[in-house]
């Protein structure tokens, strides 16, 4: 490791390790150095980064340096621990912009030219209870179209999403496959239910047993839950869904636009509601 840790080559000065003579604590410079090397790809996707020994031998500070700036580093995203392995550079995050588009999962992941595909865990008509009766504003015990589904990307397990379906709206939507096709997609060119706003929510959770091993991930890993109701033209709910995404891999980006004339502190508080 000791060749990395140097002058960077290509005319491209890197910062330096440790300035003893900088009023800037030491473990952010060794922060932002070790940064400066992710970011330049100097320390690649998946290479395990050198022990907290060797890093204090290196750059001749204590371990407790040395464990806050991988511990910063780690809750940026930039580094991931494997308990009796080490700590490595993380793979960088899949940003959805499912916070602020329209479309679905499908239709977001192959605009960024990443493969989907599905896994049909379930797909049966239910009776819904109460609270999918609520989201969708229909009678406990109406007829509900339940579809699970495991989201892969790039051949990766990366969400396990459950959606509910009015199925007085779209009776033959169970012999679509959606294993092959986008359920936003059918919906509108088939059954001509077009989704024109959502309302959407989103919180940390922690992975379950079942959830865990479907994703492969650690049970009690974190997830960003994604909830949602989509409407039609009408405001009637087409659609309940649930999106388990994994913490590890995925984020969300939010585009906040100021309108002509808008005062600023009108877009301070946000309006906040539980799905």
Known sequence: MGE???EVKGGVQAPKGIDRESVIPYY????????????????KEGEKIPSEMELCRDHGV???VVRQALNELVNEGL???????????????????LMQRLYGFH???????????????DFSVIEANKKIA????????????????????????????TSYIPHSLCPGLIKEDFSKQSLYDTLEMKYGLKIVSSRRSIEAIAA???????????????????RSVSYLENEQPVEYYEAKHRGDR????????????QNLADTYYPTIFKL
């Open 107 to 121: 239709k977001d992941m192959t605009g960024q030219d990443l493969e989907v595909k599905n896994n049909i865990i």
């Open 62 to 64: 204590s371990r407790t």
């Open 28 to 43: 952010y410079q060794l922060k932002e150095y070790l940064k400066y090397l992710i970011e330049e790809n100097k320390l």
């Open 4 to 6: 990395i840790f140097g």
């Open 250 to 261: 995925s984020g969300f980006a939010v585009e906040l636009v100021r309108t002509p004339g």
């Open 208 to 226: 379950t047993e079942d959830v865990a091993l479907m994703l492969e991930i650690p049970k009690n890993s974190p997830l960003l839950l994604l």
């Open 79 to 97: 580094l991931t621990r494997s308990k009796g392995k080490g700590t490595f550079v993380a793979r960088p995050k899949i940003v959805g912009n």
């Open 134 to 161: 609520e989201k969708l504003q229909l009678a406990p015990g109406d007829k509900v179209f339940k579809l699970v589904r495991l989201r892969f990307v790039n051949k990766e397990p990366f969400v396990y999403v």
